[in-house]
């Protein structure tokens, strides 16, 4: 079954239920009309259909390679990449001055959706670029910006970052490379990255590299951390890409999936780099890019599993398989059936909530308001952590409706559970993510969480009269949300941290539930279907979830170091 692009499902969201027009209405969106929305999503699903997603096996079964230190990338993996430059894909929410579209970023959210169904290893290129776009309008200088931006809006150089380290993981700030002033306002860079996604490729003029290292003065830990760009070729004086960098591809990771990715371990040898925003404020200038990335890699997971309900549903529409009534087709067996409407209703809640996320960052970033922001700073962790749960969840359930032709690799059905898996992992765990919703992003007492449970009560109410049974259950799982958020405000972090998972998927199924409901209210009755579906099928979940977090560290914390490993 052809992938194609759920444009409907998007263009009701943005008018229905995630408040797109808001963002619209203002000053520094007006330009975002629904006739240029509509065509914006149009012209990205053409491209996603006809040149992407025909890519998608080739990124498995002709992976990136290393040969004699180049980096060779899938077939028609430079044609893909060139459709996505020329048509100014990449800078669509860039600053105009520097070349891009200036939309906002809720509709660089859904064609990054697409664009991950059609094909998530070369997506995962543009997403990098355009979140070092992002920290350069942010971070860098006036000369670093007018350089660079423009190249890599136009796609003709694309970006990179550079954290992880043999050592240093998720603990940013164990990091070991260093920064040496050459005298001249540059920096010699020596140190070695792991992990770095699409560190080189054979098709752009170059990679610029946002580099982690410290300076001879820095303090320990992550205070200490400054922010480099270490472009792969040095721009000579007329901007263009020049001689070749002291850097280079070590080797390629031998991944369980997303193989046409080249992910490199980069070796930095007293290469030159310049400083991007204060010294030893790095971890700032990074984090700019690291939040555009997460709601991007959860966009990522949502986009994997639309296309892998896609895929499932074309094979149980077509496979005769016992006596099935009806067509005799799977599609008509009970359990398969089930399957298949978990899936479809789970990939709407998330593509909700990463657009909804999407539209407080466009608010935040319109109004400068303190209220939208702190929105798209509580649903950024849980865009992130949900949509790559749904991408993984959709993808496993996809394998098994083709039942054994799932687990044969020609089918194509494994390939969306290999190639997601690391999005639950990169941009931070899915784990860190819970931690820092119940952590940092309760700080403030819980009153942004509150704020939204507020408006899902108002939903709620709302739908009472239409849909009474569907109105109330949403009102009652939003009432016991609040009392649990009461509660966990008032412990301490082990307790907060051990129950962090459960208290962020809980929260997004009751997001979930609300933007079906919402969907419900304002849609024909496919959408009412779908929403009695998600309420009544998988929204209880969030009572066993809400035990697991009052049960706070207690259970967990009880069994020893002895006890795990009898």
């Known amino acids: 079954m052809p992938y194609r692009a759920p444009v409907a499902d998007f263009r009701f969201l943005m008018d229905h239920v995630t408040g797109f027009d808001q963002v619209t209405a203002t000053d520094r969106f007006a330009e975002a009309t629904p006739d240029l929305t509509a065509q914006i999503l149009e012209e990205a699903a053409k491209l996603c259909e006809d040149v992407l997603a025909p890519l998608q096996r080739n990124g498995d079964t002709d992976p990136a390679r290393l040969e004699n230190g180049i980096v060779r990338t899938s077939k028609g993996f430079a044609e893909g990449y060139q459709a996505i430059a020329d048509g100014g894909w990449v800078g669509i929410s860039a600053d105009p001055d520097y070349g891009g579209m200036g939309l906002p970023h809720t509709l660089t959210t859904a064609v990054n959706e697409m664009m991950s169904s059609a094909c998530l290893s070369l997506q995962l290129n543009p997403l990098m670029t355009q979140g070092q776009i992002e920290a350069l309008e942010h971070h860098a200088s006036d ?23 043999p050592q240093a993981g998720s603990d940013v700030g164990a990091l070991r490379s260093k920064a040496e002033p050459n005298g001249d306002g540059t920096y010699a860079i020596t140190g070695q990255k792991i992990y770095i996604s699409w560190g080189d490729n054979d098709f752009t003029e170059n990679v610029c590299h946002l580099v982690l290292a410290r300076l001879p003065d820095a303090v320990p830990g992550t205070k200490g951390i400054s922010l480099f760009m270490v472009p792969k070729r040095l721009p000579d004086e007329n901007g263009n890409a020049g001689v070749a960098n002291d850097l280079r591809v070590v080797s390629l990771e031998h991944k369980m999936g997303l193989h046409g990715s080249p992910t490199a371990v980069m070796e930095y040898s007293g290469a030159k780099g310049w400083l991007i925003g204060e010294p030893h ?68 809640a998330a593509r909700a909530i990463t657009l909804a996320c999407a539209v407080a960052i466009d608010m935040a970033t319109a109004t400068g308001d303190a209220d939208w922001q702190a929105r798209a700073a509580f649903l950024t962790p849980i865009a992130k952590a949900f949509g790559t749960e749904v991408g993984m969840a959709v993808s496993h359930e996809g394998v098994q409706v083709h039942g054994g032709m799932g687990f044969i690799e020609e089918t194509g059905a494994a390939q969306y559970a290999r190639d997601v898996r690391v999005t639950a992992i990169y941009e931070g765990t899915n784990g860190i993510q819970a931690m820092d919703l119940v952590g940092r992003k309760l700080m403030d007492g819980g009153e942004a969480a509150f704020r939204l449970l507020d408006e899902i009560e108002t939903c709620a109410e709302e739908a009472r009269t239409k849909l009474p049974e569907l109105g109330e259950a949403v009102w009652q799982a939003a009432e016991t949300l609040r009392e649990t958020t009461e509660w966990l405000v008032e412990q301490d972090m082990t307790d907060r941290f051990a129950g962090a998972a459960a208290y962020l998927k809980a929260f997004a199924r009751v997001l979930g539930g609300t933007y079906h409901l919402a969907s419900a209210i304002h849609g024909d009755e496919s959408r009412q279907r779908l929403a009695a579906l998600y309420i009544r099928r998988l929204l209880p979940e969030h009572v066993a979830l809400l035990a697991q977090v009052r049960d706070g560290a207690g259970t967990v914390a009880a069994l020893t170091n002895e006890d795990l490993a009898a």
């Open 143 to 165: 000369d670093i910006k007018a350089l660079y931006i423009p190249k890599l809006v136009s796609g003709e150089w694309c970006g990179t970052m550079n954290l992880t380290e």
């Open 281 to 348: 404020k790095g971890m700032a200038a990074m984090f700019t890019m690291m939040n555009n990335a997460r709601l991007g890699v959860g966009v990522q997971g949502v986009g994997v599993a639309e296309a892998a309900y896609q895929h499932a549903l074309g094979y149980a529409m077509d496979r005769k398989q016992g006596k099935a009534p009806g067509t005799g087709a799977i599609v008509e067996h009970a359990d398969v059936r089930r399957m298949l409407s978990a899936m479809k209703a789970d990939t709407y």
